[in-house]
T-cell receptor, first 116, second 112 residues
Framework: EPEVTQTPSHQVTQMGQEVILRCVPI?????FYWYRQILGQKVEFLVS????????KSEIFDDQFSVERPDGSNFTLKIRSTKLEDSAMYFC??????????????FGPGTRLTVL | QKEVEQNSGPLSVPEGAIASLNCTYS??????FFWYRQYSGKSPELIMS????GDKEDGRFTAQLNKASQYVSLLIRDSQPSDSATYLC????????????FGTGTRLTIIP
């Protein structure tokens, strides 16, 4: 069964460093998302991406964040200068073409980001 | 602020009993509703989706939606220890591909 994959599973970085989290969405999906979950808190939306551009972003997704689809398969989240409060689990998700019953978002296993 | 509310639990249910999980949402125009299961340290896994008022059954799981009351629930019949997890209610406004708004989740423990 197709699935969303993410690398790395765990990333440790120093405050102020740049990190890139990588995702491979399900191959025939067109909509891509990043969510994050701070330990003990709810899953929060960061950004959605369609047709090579951001379709929606949350207040969390400030100028330190960027997303890119560098090729036909990868979808990346870059944090330019990490802060302690960026420590969280980051989930990539993807969904199919628009329409009822196809908006189900499937989540990858996540990348645990630890900022020291 | 569009909110999704869930009782955080923990909810303890004996093995073999019915577990009942509830969720309310504030955005009246919401159209798509999802229940995800999340084991500790893992990603959300889709259990059920529901779009119309009434019940939708899938195996041991039944989702119930009442748009007038802005209420969605999940029943788990014949609860098993492997059902012990956090159950996340999530909502999107339309049928399209938009952001999910999650509740905080209800932690369910099935007691053998």
């Amino acid at each position: 069964e197709p699935e969303v994959t993410q690398t790395p599973s765990h990333q440790v970085t120093q405050m102020g460093q740049e990190v890139i989290l990588r995702c491979v969405p399900i191959s025939n999906h067109l909509y891509f998302y990043w969510y994050r979950q701070i330990l003990g808190q709810k899953v929060e939306f960061l950004v959605s991406f369609y047709n090579n551009e951001i379709s929606e972003k949350s207040e969390i997704f400030d100028d330190q964040f960027s997303v890119e689809r560098p090729d036909g398969s990868n979808f990346t989240l870059k944090i330019r200068s990490t802060k302690l409060e960026d420590s969280a689990m980051y989930f990539c998700a993807s969904s199919g073409v628009s329409g009822r019953g196809t908006d189900t978002q499937y989540f990858g296993p996540g990348t645990r980001l630890t900022v020291l | 602020q569009k909110e999704v509310e869930q009782n955080s639990g923990p909810l303890s249910v004996p093995e073999g009993a019915i577990a009942s999980l509830n969720c309310t949402y504030s955005d009246r125009v919401s159209q798509s509703f999802f229940w995800y299961r999340q084991y500790s340290g893992k990603s959300p896994e889709l259990i059920m989706s529901i779009y119309s008022n009434g019940d939708k059954e899938d195996g041991r799981f039944t989702a119930q939606l009442n748009k007038a009351s802005q209420y969605v629930s999940l029943l788990i019949r014949d609860s098993q220890p492997s059902d012990s997890a956090t159950y996340l209610c999530a909502v999107i406004p339309n049928f399209g591909n938009e952001k999910l708004t999650f509740g905080t989740g209800t932690r369910l423990t099935i007691i053998p």
